[in-house]
């Protein structure tokens, strides 16, 4: 395992911005659980016109694109949660493909990102 060499108040203001980045995400993931909810209850109840009204989106349509946005909330929170977990082992703010420091500007930029810039833009 590889010993971070951020500065312990590096850290912890990276590890506050994800706890405050999760915070808002888990509040987004329960608004958006609500809202599938509803979405559900209004599914199982709908007729079989409503899949051809022409006044608005299906609920197929609605059903589909609340998934897409609550799978994108949980990918982040889990993104988070890995990040965290680097932190309290100590590797965060280390490339995971070749191991050099990532720079504390991109990880201002994207606190989750695991590559440092140079393996993520050979990823693409």
Do not use: N
Request: glycine residues 4%; contains cysteine.
């Amino acid at each position: 395992m590889t010993v971070t060499t951020m500065t312990p108040a590096q850290l912890e203001r990276f590890e506050a911005r994800l706890l405050a980045e999760r915070a808002e995400a888990a509040e987004r993931a329960a608004e958006f659980d609500d809202v599938m909810g509803e979405v559900r209850a209004a599914r199982s109840g709908a007729s079989a016109d409503d899949e051809h009204d022409p006044e608005g989106p299906t609920m197929t349509q609605e059903w589909s694109q609340r998934t897409a946005v609550l799978a994108d909330v949980q990918h982040e929170l889990a993104e988070i949660d890995r990040a965290l977990a680097r932190i309290a082992d100590g590797t965060y703010g280390f490339c995971a493909r070749c191991g050099k420091r990532i720079t504390v500007a991109r990880l201002d930029a994207r606190p989750t990102a695991t590559l440092c810039i140079d393996c993520a833009r050979l990823e693409r």
